[in-house]
Structure formats: C-alpha cells, structure tokens
C-alpha cells in the first residue's frame, strides 16, 4: 500500500523538474542584443544619429515598413537626419519579443514588433513586425539586416501609402531640398518640442556651398545638458 503513494511522489517530482528544465533561459547573448535595442531605440527618440548609426554594420540593409528599400549606413543615417526633432515628428519603438543566437555562428535572429507614435507619444499610428539579423564583430552585436511590415494603422497613419510596384532603383533616391538662400529666421520660427531642453529647429537642407546645413536653437534650463557627450562626422557650430 505504501508503494502507490511513493509513486505518485516520484513522478510529482519529475513533472515539477521537467517543467522548470523547459523553461527559456536568457543567454548572455541575448541579453546583449535585447538592451542594445533598447539603447538605439533610446538614441532613435532623441535624434542622436551617431549613436543610433552605433549598432549597424557599415552594409545594413532595411526594408521599411511600406516597402521602401535601403542599403548602407549612410542612407539609413539620412532618414534619422531628415527628421528633426519636433512635436509633429514620427517617433518609432522596436519592442522585442524572441532572440535566437546560433551555437556554431557569430549569428542571431531577433523578432518583435515595432509602433509609431507623434512625438513618442498618445495613440499608435502604424504598428508591425519586424525581424533583424545581428552578427557579433570583435565581442560587439551589430544588426546587419532588417525588416520591417507595417500591419495595422488608425487616423493619419493610414493615409501613407505602401509601395507596391518595383522601385526604379535598387537604393531610392532622396528628393534634392530647394537651395537655401539669405534669410532671416524671427525668433518665434521652428518647430518646437520639449526635452531636457526647449528646443527648436529652424533649418535642415542644403545651400549654394553646403550640402547639408542643420541648424536649430536650445535653450538649457540651469544645470541642463542638451544631449550627451558626442562626435560629429563633420562640422559643429556652437554660438
């Protein structure tokens, strides 16, 4: 009589143990890929280029939520570049839920879904999934490939249009700014948003002997920085 009962122990016991054996457990490798995509989703909201640029191979290649095709770093900073920061700015969150990293190459495969909000905030306009390729270069997790679909939309989002057809060619091209020319900004121009500082950006194209002028005006509370400490690729101009 006493051996049914031990039984029923034994395999309570090795039901409890498969159960826990089952459970997923978070590799080293995994958590680096996971927080560094917390990292570039932090810079991506601040408009830190250079920091968000931190975490991509030199040849990322990104299919974006509609269908447009990049390739390189370079076009992929761009788009960050082209949209400064500003209450009526797009700001996109990539949320991961699965990372996959391979036992016998510096490889991992991560899936999640992604949002884009007016300035980070209030309801989803367009909301997807996504999936990236990350590669380990020298003890360091970098996403050398990316796609994005866009799924589900509401108000405005909806308005934007997927595309389709075939692109011309194979890297679009980005629309030329009109030259900019002398002119007088008043005080009260610019697109404003509230961060660490009261910022507003007053300018971002190009002129007769620049191919790039950003130019936008903070004004620090006591105590205050604007952004980290960073370099820039090319000329910065503090007044």
Known sequence: MRIFP???????LLCAGATASAQPRLSGDARDIRAARLAQNAAMAAGDVERTAHWWTEDVTIRRGLGAGLSGI???????????L??????????????????????AFE????????????PSLITGRYSAQWVKRN?????????????ACTGSGCQSKALVEPAVASTPTPAVPPLLHSMVFPKDSGRTRSVASHQRSLVDTATAILAKL?????TLKPGMHSHPPHRHAHEDVIY
């Open 86 to 107: 500003s209450d009526t700015s797009l700001v996109y969150w990539r949320t991961t839920t699965d990372v996959n990293v391979s036992p016998a190459w510096p490889l």
């Open 6 to 12: 031990l039984s029923l122990i034994v395999l309570t």
């Open 111 to 122: 899936a999640g879904t992604w949002t884009a909000r007016v300035a980070g905030k209030g």
């Open 139 to 151: 003890e360091r997790w970098l996403i050398r490939s990316e796609v994005f679909v866009a799924l």
């Open 74 to 84: 370079e076009a992929y900073k761009a788009i960050i570049e082209r949209a400064p």
């Open 214 to 218: 950003e130019m936008h005006e903070s």
